[in-house]
Structure formats: C-alpha cells, structure tokens
C-alpha cells in the first residue's frame, strides 16, 4: 500500500481498522513552537550557561589539568544535561540551556581523556560515549549532533600517530570512505530490517544518527579534495606513492562513483539506458583526476534516490567544491586542468544531445507538433555549448596575445611569504605605488579602472611616477613612459595582483624575488607574468 501522499490521522485510521493497533491509540500530542520563538530562546539560554561555565572553571583551575577532575566535572555535567533532555515536559529554555552544558562537559571530558590515553583509545571511548547519549536521549536534531560527533571521532580514532598530512592523504582517503560504507550499510540494513512497527524507535536512532555520521564525512572529503589540491594533487610527486597503490585510489574512487549510479539505477528504472550510463562513466572518469569525488557521487546518488535530501544537498555541494578545487590542483597546468574540465563538459553536451536527438527521432513518428518543441531545445543546447567555449577560448586567447605582444618591463617589489591555510603558499606583492595613489583619489575617476604612469630606465625597470586622468593638460607620454590599468584589492590598489602562488616546499626559491615581471599594452592593459631576482632574471617554478 502506498501511504506517501496519506496524512499521519489517516495511517494511524487505517491501522486501527487492520487491528495493527488498539482503537484507543492516537498520535502524540505535538507542541507547536515558532522557529523565532526558538532561536530566541536558545540565545538567552547560551548568554546565561556561558558566563555561569567561564566562573566554574575559574574556580576549579588546576583541579581540571591535573588529576581526575576533569572525569568528574566531565561527567557531572554530562549527566546533568542528558537527565534535562530526556525530559518530556521540560521547559524551552531550561531544554535549550542544556545543550552547552552537554558540550562543555564533552569537552571537559575529552580534556581528560586526550591528556592521559592514546589519541585512538581517547578518540575510541568519545565515539562510545556519542552512541550511549543518543541512545538515553530520544531527540532526533541531537541525535543528528551526535552522530556527527562520532564521526569525526571515528576517523581521529584511526589515523596513525605521526602520519604527515602530506603523505597520509591515502590513509585519510581509506577512512573516510570506509566510515562512507559503514554509514551507508547501516541505513541499507535499517530499510532492510527495522522498517516495521515493533522496531521504529531503532530505526529513527538509526536514521538521526547515521545521517549526522555521513554528514561529517561529507564534510571530511570535501576537506581533503580540496588540501590534496594544494598539496601537489592526490597523486602528486611528492607524496612518493606507488603506482600500483595509485591505480587502486582511482579503481577505488570509480567504483565508489558506479557503485552510487547503482544503486540509484536500482530506484529509478529510467536510469537503466545508455544514456544515463554514459553521463555516468564520465563522472566516474572524473574520479580518476579527483579520488574524492566517487564517495561524494555515491551519497548524491544514494541519498537522492532514497529521498534524503538533507544528505543530497551537503554531497552535492561538497562534489562542487571538490570540482572548484581542483582549478588550485597545483601539480598541474592551467592548459591541463582546462582540457579536463572542458573534455568532460564537451562529453556530457554530446551524450545530451545525442539523447535530445533520439527523443526527438521518436516524436518526429507521433506528430509534428512534438517535432517543433524539441528542435529549438537541442538547438538552444547546442548555443549555450558553442558559446561556453568561445567565452573560454577568447579569454585565453587574449591572455596568450597579450603576453607575446605586450610591452615587457620590471617592477621593484617588497615580498612577504606568509602561510594560506585555504590557498597554499604563496608571496605577497606590494609595489610601492606612493602615497598619492589612493582611494581618496581615485574616487574622482568614477566607474573606470584609474591607471598609472610608470617611468622605465635601461634596463626596463618601472617606477609609478603619477597617476595618469585622460583629457588633462599635459597628459601625454614620453617615450620611456609606459601607462598600466590598476586593479581592485581589499579596498586599495595594486598593479595586476598582490600576490604569487606557488608549490608548497618552494618558498626557498621565491625568496630571491626583487621585481615582478609584466607584460603591458599601449592601452595599459598588463598581466603579470612572474617574477625576477635582483638581475632581472626570471626564477622558473
């Protein structure tokens, strides 16, 4: 019997009438509480546990760094908490007032337990304590917490000790995905087995748990595909990885990837065609450039056919950021990274178009009506592709022109090498362009980009001499003078970009850089091309 589209009154009915239940069950009474109403109240409740928190652990100082006090006070708290939660009545505030004192007694408690175990025998009876909390507290956003929790956990539990994040990206790989499994077999036994009246309440422990366990790992993998990225790529030279143990990361990632259309194909008979397979396979060839990318295409097509459309969101917004990380792939060429990207575009418009054409085929034997709607679709299709890539060409094709016909010259620089965690090493550039270049300035040009007059010596050194207003007296330049458009940064201006990046490992090299090296137009267009030594000679990546 298909009970979607039925209300909970009408199931509940009709399980009364089958004698599945008493006639005097009825639902559960449903206390209604504004979103507002909530957030509000859970302000107050962290303003008032936070100060309360901040003056208990001053007055216990050294009785939680030494000693058991922390397992104490850990547990004290934790206790207090969950008997609050598992009320039935308890008010708003008081339940919302006891959410940070169960985080700070967590917290307390990993203190303890990280200070005197082993990180995997700490990490090990955390993720034992998240399970026996959602299983004493039925409340199902906590239990989503918890499981998430736990998950975290789970991986810290099973990282080896002294694993470089550089050269574990293939261990952290492996956990990730078997967490991915272990949550995926848990929700296939649960549909499996516990979907009958007598074990509800295991199945919703089950789903709030398991859905917060995957959500972490969703998080974990859009993590690492993004650091591997920076960190010369998943298989990057550095990392010193076999080529055997490399082909079995791409095997792995693609059978995650085909694994997920699997299942989904399963749900959804229409997936069963070639064409569907096809766009498939070309998603998993995507995996074999970014092994993240399989476990996220599993849970997006899992998570989807099942419904689950919290899980689907966080997959396919992770498997995009994967997807836009990988352009910081350092290992590689922007030529490169654009053929992959642009292939694997170019290869889903043909698969769409060839299914467009065969729909079309097959409505050309109907009528020709259905002829006339789907022509200017495949046309329009067939546009946009046309069009993506010209948009693409013709900007590399600019920047390509402008780098051999472009005026070559040097500008001085002043270096810094700080550390981007989110964007690898990289050299921040500052030109000098003098205290009259500012927005204050500025601001008289309007909407136009403001340029600057530099003045070249022999050697093709620049040096900003003022800033150049078109139409003003005595604007016109001599033949050592050159004009470059400035750009927009942080509030302020800079020649081209402020910065530099480059491979993780190499700043040694890049600390010689004394100028950086332009190619600039008539018109004051420039791009900057890399950066030179205190000869003017070009330090190569």
């Known amino acids: 019997m298909n009970t979607a589209a039925l209300t909970s009154a009408q199931v509940l009915q009709r399980a009364i009438t089958a004698g599945l239940l008493p006639s005097s069950a009825e639902l559960p009474a449903t206390e209604e509480r504004p979103w507002s109403l909530v957030m509000l109240t859970a302000l107050g409740a962290w303003l008032a546990a936070v100060p309360l928190l901040i003056c208990i652990y001053l007055l216990l100082g050294a009785a939680l760094t030494e000693g058991g006090g922390a397992y104490l006070v850990g547990a004290l708290l934790v206790a207090a908490a969950s008997i609050i939660l598992r009320a039935r009545k308890a008010a708003l505030f008081v339940e919302q007032l006891a959410l940070p004192l169960l985080l700070s007694g967590a917290l307390t408690l990993s203190l303890g337990l990280y200070r005197d175990l082993h990180e995997s025998v700490a990490s090990a009876l955390l993720l034992i304590v998240c399970f026996g909390l959602a ?9 989503v917490l918890l499981g998430a929790a736990a998950g975290l956990f789970f991986c810290i539990m099973l990282i080896p000790t002294g694993l470089s994040q550089r050269k574990g990206l293939g261990v952290y790989w492996l956990i990730l ?13 649960q549909q499996a087995r516990l979907l009958h009246g007598r074990h509800a309440a295991k199945a919703a422990l089950l789903e709030a748990v398991a859905t917060g366990w995957l959500l972490m790992l969703v998080l974990g993998l859009a993590v690492l595909g993004s650091f591997a990225a920076l960190e010369q790529g998943f298989f990057g030279p550095e990392l010193e990885m076999p080529a055997s143990l490399r082909w079995a990361y791409q095997a792995g990632a693609v059978a995650f990837a085909l694994g997920g259309f699997a299942l989904a194909a399963r749900a959804w008979p229409d997936l069963r065609r070639p064409m569907p397979l096809a766009v498939a396979m070309v998603l998993a060839g995507l995996c074999i450039w970014l092994p993240c990318l399989g476990g996220l295409l599993m849970l997006l097509a899992w998570s989807s056919s099942n419904r689950r459309w919290e899980l689907a969101t966080a997959s396919a917004s992770a498997a995009v950021w994967v997807l836009g990380a990988s352009y910081y792939q350092l290992s590689w060429g922007l030529s490169s990274k654009a053929a992959v990207l642009v292939s694997a575009a170019a290869l889903l ?3 769409v178009g060839l299914a467009a054409r065969s729909q079309y085929t097959v409505a050309s034997t109907v009528s020709a009506n259905s002829q006339a709607r789907r022509m ?29 016909e472009g005026r070559p010259l040097f500008v001085a620089l002043a ?16 030109y000098g362009l003098g205290s009259d270049i500012n927005a204050a300035h500025l601001y008289r040009l309007g909407t136009a980009r403001p340029q600057v007059v530099l003045k070249l010596d022999a050697r093709g050194v620049a040096r900003v001499q003022r800033l150049h207003e078109p139409g003003a007296t005595g604007t016109a330049l001599a033949p050592d003078e050159q004009l470059m458009e400035l750009s927009p940064k942080n509030g302020g201006w800079t ?3 402020d910065a530099w990046f480059f491979r993780e490992g190499d700043g040694a090299r890049w600390q010689a850089a004394k100028y950086g090296e332009f190619r600039v137009r008539p018109d004051g267009q420039a791009l900057l091309v890399g950066l030179a030594d205190a000869k003017l000679q070009r330090i190569e990546p």
């Open 135 to 143: 299983l004493a507290i039925d409340k199902a956003w906590l239990r």
């Open 177 to 189: 995905h078997a967490g991915v499994v272990m949550g995926l077999v848990a929700l296939l036994l």
């Open 349 to 351: 418009a043909l698969i």
């Open 376 to 404: 200017p679709g495949a046309a329009w299709l067939l546009s946009a592709s046309l069009l993506g890539l010209a948009v693409v060409n013709t900007g590399i094709w600019q920047k390509q022109r402008l780098i051999s």
């Open 415 to 430: 270096p810094v090498d700080p550390r981007s965690l989110m964007q690898g090493d990289f050299m921040r550039l500052n």
């Open 495 to 497: 020649l081209v970009s």
